[in-house]
């Protein structure tokens, strides 16, 4: 089996819809984690830079410009989730997943992701 170590940057979120009501009339604190095969020991995660003080309208654009390193294999489904820190209990927003063999790694692999609303 091949290993790679994938560098991957989230420079930013540009939210097309709104929140969920729960979140519209408390603070907002973005952060987006990155899983391999739904595998919570390699998962990774990044915080916005900018700390969302009142309701976030849609469209908005959340910047992160973050990197991290992860290990994956040409076989793996990466799973990029949209989550809510909340004091009391994390609230995942949205999720996309791809498959490592639709990234063309040789290239760079940028691509614009669609997430979509999870159901709570």
């Known amino acids: ?7 991957i940057a989230i420079n930013s979120l540009r939210l097309t819809h709104a ?5 519209l009339h408390s ?3 973005p952060y987006v984690t990155v899983m391999r095969n ?13 700390d ?8 908005s654009t959340l910047t ?4 991290f390193d992860i ?4 076989t793996d489904l990466l799973t990029f989730t949209l989550w809510d820190d909340n004091l009391l209990k994390d609230t995942k927003v949205a ?12 290239r760079g692999g940028a691509r614009e992701l669609l997430l979509q609303p999870t159901e709570r």
């Open 1 to 7: 089996m091949v290993w790679l170590w994938l560098q």
């Open 19 to 23: 929140l969920p009501d729960e979140l």
């Open 27 to 29: 603070k907002f604190h």
């Open 38 to 50: 739904d595998e919570t020991r390699t998962r990774r995660s990044t915080r916005v830079q900018k």
């Open 52 to 59: 969302w003080t009142q309701a976030v309208a849609a469209p």
């Open 64 to 67: 992160y410009n973050d990197s």
């Open 71 to 74: 290990e994956a294999c040409p």
């Open 95 to 106: 999720e996309a997943q791809v498959r490592m063999q639709d990234i063309d790694v040789a």
